[in-house]
């Protein structure tokens, strides 16, 4: 075999085990060195030292030095300790009744209250198992025991949990901008709008069904509403200062004032801070917050590690090449490419999750954007978008899995599936109206930071 056929096969054997449910982490970097010391191999070895003197252990070396060096990397166990911290202080479960409340006269007020609460969440946390998690414990009892059908339910938790990757700060975007070698200042400003627009067609859709089939979302009733002036009050009290975080961290990162690893640290003492207020900072939450970010950071470091190595054997054996050759082979137009590149992503996005997705094949494409002429931050907003649909794609849809996995007997997985279907074919739609309309992505970046030049 050439070395190309064993970059395939090396893709291919990659694909399998993950299928087989191995750790993604740890199987990419044993292929990454198995496969990279058949790459490096120089033969003529006698002893076993020499044996070991093979530039794949230099190579693993070096990328996990690159990675723990990464300052934009540093943004994340930042932004993780201040979405754990936001969700041990209880402040969720305040902003969830106290919307939920003030939405009660449209149609679905609970949903569209989930929905609000997963993409204000989703913006102080990023993470989609976290999101969906609290959500389901927090939520779905609150729409069952309201007589809300359980399958739309699930569907509005999966899919507004995975609000988190698109909409800033959102942990997705600083691992695209560390592989693109993009500004993550340019791509938060570029995910605003889309993050918005995904969210607001999910409420539209909400209300337009729920008007139409009453059924599924019945009103709340008369004597379990409170008072107007206490809805406000508490509306103010949950709302306010969470949103007011958010915007100073997201400010001062679209403002220039900070990089997104300064706004990061003034996002989590701003969490410490907002626990303190309302009385639910204790050191056992603390321990519980720094566990969690260390598990996440170190899972995240590790894929990073891991994918790096077996994207630099996988290029070395000439897999890039021929991929890039096969692409260009084809003569295709830039619409032609745009659309072959995501669905060849919809599709990974069965088996995989979006790390995988992003961290080893993305960079494969990156190249040839230029070659195509597409804006390689449009080009990101449309990854960003497509990969929404890995977390709710069966047979692999993970935000189906964690919310299953707090429900337990409460629901059938088949159910969450049909429920998350509707809002598969909402992010589909919203691709296609980015773009029909770049200026959705692309708008916001230029007006702050002047028009991007190839």
């Given at each position: 075999m050439t070395d190309p056929q064993i970059a395939i096969l090396m893709l291919c054997l990659f694909i399998?085990?993950?299928?087989?449910?191995?750790?993604?982490?740890?199987?990419?970097?044993?292929?990454?060195?198995?496969?990279?010391?058949?790459?490096?191999?120089?033969?003529?070895?006698?002893?076993?030292?020499?044996?070991?003197?093979?530039?794949?252990?230099?190579?693993?070396?070096?990328?996990?030095?690159?990675?723990?060096?990464?300052?934009?990397?540093?943004?994340?166990?930042?932004?993780?300790?201040?979405?754990?911290?936001?969700?041990?202080?209880?402040?969720?479960n305040r902003l969830f009744y106290s919307l939920q409340m003030a939405a009660r006269n449209l149609p679905g007020s609970m949903a569209i209250a989930a929905l609000l609460t997963c993409a204000v969440f989703s913006t102080a946390s990023g993470i989609?198992?976290?999101?969906?998690?609290?959500?389901?414990?927090?939520?779905?009892?609150?729409?069952?025991?309201?007589?809300?059908n359980k399958q739309f339910a699930s569907g509005v938790i999966c899919a507004g949990g995975t609000l988190g990757i698109l909409i800033p700060p959102s942990i997705m975007l600083i691992v695209y901008a560390a592989?693109?070698?993009?500004?993550?200042?340019?791509?938060?400003?570029?995910?605003?709008?889309?993050?918005?627009?995904?969210?607001?067609?999910?409420?539209?859709?909400?209300?337009?069904?729920?008007?139409?089939?009453?059924?599924?979302?019945?009103?709340?009733?008369?004597e379990d509403v409170p008072p107007?002036?206490?809805?406000?009050?508490?509306?103010?009290?949950?709302?306010?200062?969470?949103?007011?975080?958010?915007?100073?961290?997201?400010?001062?990162i679209l403002g220039g004032l900070a990089t997104p690893a300064e706004a990061a640290a003034m996002g989590a003492l701003g969490g410490l801070?907002?626990?303190?207020?309302?009385?639910?900072?204790?050191?056992?939450?603390?321990?519980?917050?720094?566990?969690?970010?260390?598990?996440a950071t170190a899972m995240v470091c590790w894929l990073f590690v891991g994918s790096w190595?077996?994207?630099?054997?996988?290029?070395?054996?000439?897999?890039?090449?021929?991929?890039?050759?096969?692409?260009?082979?084809?003569?295709?137009?830039?619409w032609q490419f745009l659309v072959m590149v995501q669905l060849i992503i919809f599709l990974l996005g069965w088996p995989l999750e979006w790390s995988e997705i992003l961290i080893i094949f993305v960079p494969i494409f990156l190249p040839m954007l230029d070659t195509f002429g597409v804006n390689p931050y449009f080009f990101a907003m449309l990854v960003a978008?497509?990969?929404?649909?890995?977390?709710?794609?069966?047979?692999?849809?993970?935000?189906?899995?964690?919310?299953?996995?707090?429900?337990?007997?409460?629901?059938e997985l088949v159910d969450i599936f049909k429920g998350i279907l509707p809002y598969l074919a909402i992010v589909i739609f919203s691709m296609v109206l980015l773009y029909q309309f770049p200026g959705i992505a692309l708008w916001l970046p230029d007006y702050l930071f002047g028009e991007y030049v190839q």
């Amino acid at each position: 075999m050439t070395d190309p056929q064993i970059a395939i096969l090396m893709l291919c054997l990659f694909i399998f085990l993950v299928l087989l449910g191995f750790p993604i982490a740890f199987t990419l970097l044993a292929m990454g060195v198995g496969f990279g010391y058949y790459a490096y191999y120089q033969g003529g070895a006698d002893t076993f030292a020499e044996l070991l003197n093979n530039n794949i252990f230099y190579l693993l070396n070096q990328n996990t030095y690159s990675v723990m060096e990464n300052d934009t990397l540093v943004a994340i166990p930042l932004f993780l300790f201040m979405g754990y911290v936001v969700e041990r202080a209880n402040i969720v479960n305040r902003l969830f009744y106290s919307l939920q409340m003030a939405a009660r006269n449209l149609p679905g007020s609970m949903a569209i209250a989930a929905l609000l609460t997963c993409a204000v969440f989703s913006t102080a946390s990023g993470i989609v198992g976290a999101v969906v998690t609290l959500m389901g414990l927090l939520a779905f009892p609150a729409m069952a025991n309201a007589g809300y059908n359980k399958q739309f339910a699930s569907g509005v938790i999966c899919a507004g949990g995975t609000l988190g990757i698109l909409i800033p700060p959102s942990i997705m975007l600083i691992v695209y901008a560390a592989i693109a070698e993009l500004s993550p200042l340019r791509l938060y400003a570029a995910a605003m709008f889309p993050g918005l627009l995904l969210a607001g067609l999910y409420i539209l859709y909400v209300v337009v069904r729920v008007f139409f089939q009453p059924q599924l979302a019945p009103k709340p009733r008369a004597e379990d509403v409170p008072p107007a002036s206490q809805i406000y009050w508490d509306l103010i009290v949950s709302f306010v200062p969470l949103t007011a975080l958010i915007a100073m961290v997201l400010g001062s990162i679209l403002g220039g004032l900070a990089t997104p690893a300064e706004a990061a640290a003034m996002g989590a003492l701003g969490g410490l801070i907002l626990a303190a207020l309302y009385r639910s900072l204790t050191w056992t939450k603390v321990k519980e917050s720094v566990f969690l970010t260390a598990k996440a950071t170190a899972m995240v470091c590790w894929l990073f590690v891991g994918s790096w190595t077996f994207a630099s054997v996988f290029s070395y054996l000439g897999g890039h090449d021929v991929i890039e050759h096969w692409v260009l082979a084809m003569n295709l137009e830039p619409w032609q490419f745009l659309v072959m590149v995501q669905l060849i992503i919809f599709l990974l996005g069965w088996p995989l999750e979006w790390s995988e997705i992003l961290i080893i094949f993305v960079p494969i494409f990156l190249p040839m954007l230029d070659t195509f002429g597409v804006n390689p931050y449009f080009f990101a907003m449309l990854v960003a978008l497509n990969l929404q649909t890995s977390f709710l794609t069966p047979p692999m849809a993970m935000s189906a899995y964690y919310l299953k996995g707090v429900l337990k007997n409460q629901i059938e997985l088949v159910d969450i599936f049909k429920g998350i279907l509707p809002y598969l074919a909402i992010v589909i739609f919203s691709m296609v109206l980015l773009y029909q309309f770049p200026g959705i992505a692309l708008w916001l970046p230029d007006y702050l930071f002047g028009e991007y030049v190839q």
